[in-house]
């Protein structure tokens, strides 16, 4: 049961240019939006997140849009840096303060020169 | 914000083995979590502590898996009987206010 859902495995951006990464959920009782870089062999590092009020949330060179009609959001990453390269994970989370977090399956970003 | 403090960073151990995996984090953290993630595959939910008490646990955790915050400080995943395919990165997370949960630099268990 994918309840969020990151359907490219992979992207590559040349650097300098923008990243896009996209992710789609099923669950309408989804409420909070977050995404996470991660290297390999490290835990996951937040990078931003969006609660169900908004529709963009920005934070320097990162920005998540959220549509809820179409239970879509996603990362735009601009200008892409070589060390932006890494898998990002889009995650969810409903309701009540205590609630877990569910992660897609991660897309593999690589910023090429 | 501080992260948590996992301990060991890796661990190697044989099947049928007890493993104790530790988090310390800071004292003012509300709610605690752990997560794993198997070689190659998505990070995966197992269970949520709040007050003491397990709040949610996933399929995953069955009755291999307990958790406890013995002294108050330390926040332990405990597996009784390693199983080859317990093998994977657990991290202990946490959430203080606020929405966000963060995660700790991660246990490397390796069951052979």
């Known amino acids: 049961d994918q309840q969020v859902k990151q359907n490219s495995p992979s992207l590559s951006v040349q650097e300098g240019r923008i990243s896009i990464l996209n992710c789609d959920y099923t669950n309408s009782m989804f409420d909070y939006f977050l995404w996470y870089k991660k290297y390999p062999a490290e835990g996951p590092t937040f990078l931003i997140s969006?609660?169900?009020?908004?529709d963009k949330n920005e934070d320097g060179r990162f920005t998540v849009f959220l549509n809820k009609s179409a239970k879509h959001l996603s990362l735009h990453i601009v200008p892409s840096q070589p060390g932006d390269s890494a898998v990002y994970f889009c995650?969810?989370?409903?309701?009540?303060?205590?609630?877990?977090?569910?992660f897609g399956s991660g897309t593999r970003l690589s910023i090429r020169p | 914000e501080p992260e948590v403090t996992q301990t060991p960073s890796h661990q190697v151990t044989q099947m049928g083995q007890e493993v104790i995996l530790r988090c310390v984090p800071i004292?003012?953290?509300?709610?605690f979590y752990w997560y794993r993630q198997i070689l190659g595959q998505k990070v995966e939910f197992l269970v949520s502590f709040y007050n003491n008490e397990i709040s949610e646990k996933s399929e995953i955790f069955d009755d291999q898996f307990s958790v406890e915050r013995p002294d108050g400080s330390n926040f332990t995943l405990k597996i009784r009987s390693t199983k080859l395919e317990d093998s994977a990165m657990y991290f202990c997370?946490?959430?203080?206010?606020?929405?966000?949960?963060?995660f700790g630099e991660g246990s490397w268990l390796t069951v052979v």
């Open positions: 004292s003012n953290h509300l709610y």
């Open positions: 995650a969810a989370s409903e309701g009540s303060s205590a609630s877990k977090i569910i």
């Open positions: 997370a946490r959430k203080s206010s606020g929405n966000t949960i963060y």
């Open positions: 969006i609660s169900s009020i908004k």
